[in-house]
Nanobody, 128 residues
């Protein structure tokens, strides 16, 4: 099994930046895609970004393209989400996710149904 632990959330002013990290523990050899989803109050959880097992390929939701960057360090079993130019619309609980299903150089985890493991979530609040 795989456990995911997020860190790095907090309160930031509009236009600011935050970096989230997610460390995987357990059977990390099983992990293919790793990435992030988020859930704002009264909204469904939505895909944010993901990175392939090889770390060569990334995928982003349209709402975050050009502002967020997802990356991973396989040696450290860690995935990161660098978030820049944050706005109030980015306020949400951010969840790390992973899957054992996929291909080495292609991102297939672009929907909740594709994720197998979830972190507990970390709150990101963008407010002045």
């Amino acid at each position: 099994q795989v456990q995911l632990d997020e860190s790095g959330g907090g309160l930031v002013q509009p236009g600011g930046s935050l970096r989230l990290a997610c460390v995987a523990r357990g059977s990390t050899y099983m992990i293919y895609d790793m990435g992030w989803f988020r859930q704002a109050p009264a909204k469904e959880r939505e895909f944010v970004a993901a990175v392939s097992r090889s770390a060569e390929t990334t995928a982003y939701a349209d709402a975050v393209k050009g502002r967020f960057t997802v990356s991973r360090d396989n040696a450290a079993a860690t995935v990161y989400l660098e978030m820049n130019n944050l706005g109030p619309e980015d306020t949400a609980v951010y969840y790390c996710a992973g899957t054992s299903r996929g291909m080495k150089t292609v991102v297939t985890m672009r929907a909740e149904s594709r994720a197998e493991w979830w972190g507990q979530g970390t709150q990101v609040t963008v407010s002045s």
